[in-house]
């Protein structure tokens, strides 16, 4: 079993900051990938960020310069870091992991941007 449990999400003013952290516990392999998705109301879920175990990274291009994921394997734990956020950011953002053939989320974490 894999369990994925984010934190860090929150209401923050448009050009703020937040971080997010997602810590995955269970039979977690070597060779991995984890990532950041996102949907907002009434859309569809979108991939935001992910990051290879070999720490090779790739983006939406919505969020290209303002977000950074990185990882620390020691801790199996990926972190967004999300800087001049904007209202078009609020959404839930959802932890991933990808591992052999296996796809795993997190329970979701709310971020809303506004003032």
């Known amino acids: 079993q894999v369990q994925l449990v984010e934190s860090g999400g929150g209401l923050v003013q448009p050009g703020g900051s937040l971080r997010l952290s997602c810590a995955a516990s269970?039979?977690?392999?070597?060779?991995?990938?984890l990532g950041w998705y996102r949907q907002a109301p009434g859309k569809q879920r979108e991939l935001v960020a992910r990051?290879?175990?070999?720490?090779?990274?790739s983006s939406a291009n919505s969020v290209k310069g303002r977000f950074s994921i990185f990882r620390d394997n020691a801790k199996n734990t990926v972190y967004l870091q999300m800087n001049s956020l904007k209202p078009e950011d609020t959404a839930v953002y959802y932890c991933?992991?990808?591992?052999?053939?296996?796809?795993?989320w997190g329970q979701g974490t709310q971020v809303t941007v506004s003032s």
């Open positions: 991933s992991l990808e591992q052999d053939t296996y796809f795993y």
């Open positions: 269970g039979s977690i392999f070597s060779i991995n990938t």
């Open positions: 990051i290879t175990s070999g720490g090779r990274t």
